[in-house]
């Protein structure tokens, strides 16, 4: 049960001091301490100590709890791999949950919590899950909470989230944020461990632009954990010389505490830089983590291996930890894991955990070799640590519940034996880490001799070195990582030389797989994150799911967030057994990025809220704002939606204003987010003859034509006006919504479909401030602007005349005469940045006629009173004859949806065709989404004749009035419609009429 | 996924803008010719139908977030691999003048 109280309060003053740790060596900094508390008691331990090595210095082996049954649980890795010790870190709005307590680096202050228990830690009622353990093993949840149905959200989901879980997400938004970056290089290595090391240098000296990622804080990977000597030095020395000279490089960057995450085509790499995670929180300006985006010719992928638990009853129990973790914790972290130990292995590497331990005064008690055949190195290690060595054995049961008291083994011949012990080290063998081979689709192959998968082929560019390539000494990961930095310089054109080889002490890496103990009883964990046993596996084989990867989805194996990256291959090896297959016939699960977890914060960057899609503001935002406009977000951009005065008490009042100083005086709107396209050169015109469907080669020069531009499929894409300055230049218009799409779609009849057309096009809409100046004032303010006012007489200047002119005083500036309201208008085009200049210049010399500013909402009225066209009825499911506008289509010319608008169901007469309504009674409201049945008719969908696209209140009129596709269109001119709403319970009857309401024959137009 | 554009280099293929096959000829119909059958199914075919090919493909590809040129792309929908970038206009005058 997730606990929604704080932290449990401080249950004693302060813990044994650092019990467990080691009075020299590792990598820490003794001379200064830390504090930090988890689950509210105060601990201490020093910089280069994770949060698990911290908590295993103060005796603190209990650290949580697990996801289905809430067995206790400890710390079993000491890497990123970690399936148990999960906490939640931070506290507030920068609590993040799951959090492996094995990669957090300790910092002063820290604060961490266990997950998953309730009342605490230690007493968990929801343990008893662990008695139901049979009722509640793979499957359970899909058989049980079947039925009834309606359950499911209500009862069933909720009680499962509070049972069964992990952390508590902070719930508020993340204070820090996330930086996004670019590299690219010839040469990125992957892991800076003895082989990654080696490839880096190799590629460095040779003069390739390197990049070398660690996942860690520190570079070394196995070399600062094993306690080995490499170049007749301490590891961490030879390391460290190695890094002063990498450091040195000025084309090598080394990315620490940067996980690859993700290898994607043509040498692109997603990796994870966790800048600040070990820090109570970012200093200022900085970013917590950056997701990197990396460019590379070749790549080396050193990422190692990582052990495999074994699998026998109680593997799961604080003080059970595997064997490299726990010398990781002696020479790292000068800690120790336990004070009398018991190691259980399948493989030679474990020797070594055998000597660590005894090195620093732990007492092994007993040495555990599952192989049937003595080995001379666990002989050796056994007898150094004056250790009981039993070959063939096994370990059968651990004895202690929030801890290991002792194991319970078996030997070859069956004896049983007990052994008290406080640490038990296990060894299953080593897994070479080559996911980043597979996120391609390429499959690993299996290799016997080694009893692992290793990669099979690689992505292009990629080569794999050392332990992740299943070499498995630190010999051969030296020499294969220096041999393939050498090759990947050479393959980006470098001259490159071996660096000398390092001598390293001798090891023995001879491993025999045991996938399980057999004849045991009780809980033996495969997948320890989501609580999987050979019994659930078992299960999934029984009932058929035994593709492994049914049994990963059946019994939820490696699905949790460290997605199986313990258990994946123990789990499959047990289903092979079971269907009695070999393992690569078996098969392994699907490798996909990423490859560790990546906080969604992250992945996003600084795109969140407004900055993934910025608001675009008109030039005359400012001017509108100071003048109290209501703004309305249309697409992208912010615009005036309607400019309130005094007294008026709600929107339609405005609006009503608004329209009425339009009609009777004159105002004025910015229309500048219209999208503006300038076309130029000798076949502008043939190309906009090909685009529109109304011809344009024929507009003369200094007039603007309405256009209307198809789809190939017959469809209506856009539309608006074209403007000729010149025999070869022209200015378009789009709707607002489509500027980028009819961009595009020049773009590619020009290069693509007419290649034939000399022509070029470029979108000037955010060059140019447009305003509307409409009504029978217009001219009167417009003469007043312009510098030559008898050039914009009625005779000089007619009705779609386009000019180039100047204003203000030689302020360069384009004049349109064409109207959307139906009154006599203008359209005035200044640079962008004059915008306000000219709007206030307008307003000012507008006052004498009774100028009045207008919003989206007024140009909304305005065009539904005279019929024209707008988004809603360009829905691109209507052609140019269902909008009424058949008559522009060119019959002596091809374009775009000439041919495809003529079959045969798109010229059917029962279309849905635009046409105007008026409610019958006048008082009635119309809304835009209602549909239309015959008047009498009931409003059933047999009966759906249409749908109302857009209304409006006339204030001309004096009453609502609506544009609609009606089954018939004007065929039905006249007849009565039950115009039927049921979402706002509307059912009004309206008349079927012409789509211009106001003016009918355009005589204001002229004026 | 990088794509070498025939103008700019190599660049991340969220520079890029995806249409598709490029193969596919816009039918030249006569005007004012009578709609036959055979005209109807070019232009069905041209419009609404579209192969889902396993290995090479040509494709086209607009840069839109670089140069804005429309590009030929043979591409290997299995593997993604890249055998040959070319300017689609170059592509189509190619075509124009062997069909003349």
Known sequence: ?????????????????????????????????????????????????????????????????????????????????????????????????????????????????????????????????????????????????MWPAAWWEKVYEPLIRRAAGLGRASGVADPDHYDKGHLHCDVLVIG????????????????????????????????????????????????????????A???VRILKRTSVVAAYDHGTFAAVERNNDHLAEPPAFAPRQTLWRIVAQRSVLAAGALER?????????????????????????????????????????????VTTLAEVGIDVAAVVDARSEMSPAMEAAARMASALLITGGAVTRVRGSLGVEGVEIRSADGRKTRIACDLLCMSG?????????????????????LAAFVPGNLP??????????????????????????????????FRAASPDLPPTDEESTSSSPLWRVTGVTGKAFVDFQNDVTVTDIGLAHREGFRSVEHMKRYTTLGMATDQGKTSSINGLALMAELTERSIPDTGITTFRPPYQPVALGTLAGHHRGKDFRPTRLTPTHAWAAERGAVFVETGAWLRAQWYPESGERDWLESVNREVRTVRNAVGVCDVSTLGKIDVQGPGAAGLLDFLYANTM??????????????????????DGTVSRFAPDHFVITTTTANAAKVLQHMEH?????????????????????????????????????????????????????????????????RLFRISYSGELAYEIAVAAGYGEALIRAIMEQGRDFGIAPYGTETLGVLRIEKGHVAGNELSGQTTARDLGLGRMLAKKKDYIGRVLQERPALLAGDRPALVGLRPVDTGARLRAGAHLVASGQEPVAANDLGYVTSVAFSPTLGHWIGLALLSGGPARHGERVRVWDPVRSGDVLAEVCDTVFVDPKGERLHV | MRIPCCYCGARGHEEFTYLGDATLARPSTEIGAPADDATAAAWHDYVYVRDNPSGRHRELWQHTGGCRAWLVVTRDTRTHEIHGVEAARDVALAREATHE
């Open chain 1, 460 to 493: 292009s560019g990629m080569a794999v070195a050392g332990a992740a390539n299943g070499e498995m000494s630190t010999r051969s990961a030296i020499m294969r990582g220096a041999e393939l930095g050498v090759a990947a310089a050479v393959a980006c054109g």
């Open chain 1, 749 to 813: 009849a020009l290069q693509w479909l007419r290649p034939d057309l000399e022509a070029a096009v470029v979108s000037i809409s955010e060059q140019w401030a447009q305003f509307s100046i409409a009504g029978p004032r217009s001219r009167d303010v417009l003469q007043r602007v312009v510098d030559s006012p008898e050039a914009i007489s009625n005779a000089a200047f007619p009705f779609m005349a386009i000019a180039e002119t100047t204003v203000l005083g030689g302020l360069p500036a």
């Open chain 1, 697 to 718: 080669s024929t507009l003369p020069v200094g007039r603007a034509r309405y256009g209307l531009m198809l789809r190939e499929d017959g469809f209506v894409m856009d």
């Open chain 1, 249 to 251: 490089m000025p084309d």
């Open chain 1, 192 to 247: 800076a461990g003895p082989s990654g090391l080696m490839a880096a240098l190799a590629a460095g000296r040779a003069g390739a632009r390197v990049v070398l990622c660690e996942e860690d804080s520190r570079l070394g990977g196995r070399a600062l954990l094993d306690g080995r000597r490499i170049d007749q030095r301490p590891a961490a020395d030879w390391v460290a010389a190695i890094e002063a000279e990498l450091a």
């Open chain 1, 309 to 353: 638990p074994l699998v026998f009853p109680g593997n799961d129990r604080p003080g059970v930890m595997l064997a490299g973790a726990a010398r990781a914790y002696v020479n790292r972290f000068a800690v120790m894991p336990g004070r009398r130990a018991v190691v259980f292995a399948t493989n030679d590497d474990a020797a070594l955990t």
């Open chain 1, 429 to 449: 063998g080593w897994t070479p880490n080559l996911h980043l081979t597979c996120h391609q689709n390429n499959r690993p192959v299996w290799d016997a001799r």
């Open chain 1, 1 to 145: 049960m997730n606990d929604s109280s704080p932290a449990t309060p401080p249950q004693r003053s302060s813990a044994p001091v650092t019990a467990m740790r080691l009075m020299d060596g590792g990598l820490i900094d003794r001379s200064r301490t830390l504090g930090f508390t988890f689950d509210g008691t105060r601990y201490t331990g020093h910089p280069g100590d994770t949060l698990a090595s911290a908590l295993l210095a103060n005796g603190v082996r209990l650290v949580g709890r697990s996801f289905k049954y809430h067995r206790p649980r400890g710390i079993l890795t000491a890497g990123p791999e970690e399936p148990n010790a999960l906490v939640e870190l931070r506290t507030g709005a920068r609590r993040e949950p799951n959090t492996r307590a094995t990669t957090i680096e300790l910092y002063d202050g820290l604060v961490a919590a266990s997950q998953n228990r309730w009342p605490s830690l230690q007493y968990d009622l929801l343990s008893i899950n662990g008695l139901a353990g049979p009722l509640i093993g793979a499957g359970f949840y899909y058989k049980t909470f």
